[in-house]
């Protein structure tokens, strides 16, 4: 489907009044602290680059048989 955009810097506008608005009213004050702990974080980063190692290994395998 095919959709036109007639004016797109009032569009543009609206979008951004939105997002503000809902940037706005989400913000309050946080009683528990922000982020995870050191130990999560190390696991986390962890578990990333090993799925990354294994997706680059099995890409290699799909394209030529001679990786390993």
Known sequence: MMQTVT???FQT???AIILG???L???????EPLGFSHDVTNQLKGF???TILFGHIGYFL???RSFL
């Open 7 to 9: 004016d797109a810097i």
């Open 13 to 15: 506008t609206i979008f």
């Open 21 to 23: 608005l809902v940037f």
């Open 25 to 31: 009213f989400s913000l309050r004050r946080r009683t």
């Open 48 to 50: 990333a680059i090993l």
């Open 62 to 64: 799909v394209t030529d």
